[in-house]
């Protein structure tokens, strides 16, 4: 299904955080002008978190806002989703206490990249299924 244009900014922004998984994981193939040393990476998780994720996830919180209470399935969707936030969340704030930064970098790159996969497949499909007249609604601006 093709994306609804209120959706294809989340979309993009996770097409970009997709990218930011696949460099974080512990066996990740060398990206020109990106360097592989795990002080390197947290630094650019930590630009990326500051300057992507917390307004995307803003976008999100306003997106579920107005999704809740009209279809079950999307608000038990939402519910995870929201969970999954908070547990994402937690594991960047909790990087840099971590003993092995290679392992902790590497699990939240998994979590996030499954996180993304499900609103991407199965919320957002849903949602623009059973919800366009709120999607129409909607404006980032």
């Known amino acids: 299904m093709q994306r609804h244009s209120t959706l294809i900014p989340l979309s993009q922004e996770h097409k970009r955080l ?14 020109e002008g990106f360097p592989l ?5 947290l630094a650019y998780i ?4 500051q300057e992507v994720m917390v307004p995307h996830i803003q976008k999100e919180e306003y997106l579920f806002e107005v999704c809740l209470g009209k279809n079950e399935e999307i608000d038990v969707l939402i519910r995870e989703l929201t969970l999954d936030h908070q547990r994402i969340s937690r594991m960047y704030s909790a990087l840099t206490e971590n003993t092995d930064m290679i392992a902790a970098m590497d699990l939240l790159a998994r979590s996030l990249e499954e996180h993304i996969r499900t609103e991407e497949r199965v919320l957002f499909e849903k949602i623009q299924e ?12």
Not at 46 to 49: D, E, G, P, Q, T
Not at 133 to 141: A, G, R, T
């Open 46 to 49: 930590v630009k990326v978190f």
């Open 18 to 31: 997709l990218f930011v998984c696949r460099y974080l994981k512990k066996d990740a193939a060398p990206y």
């Open 37 to 41: 040393e795990t002080d390197a990476k």
């Open 130 to 141: 059973v919800l366009p007249d709120v999607l129409e609604k909607i404006d980032w601006e």
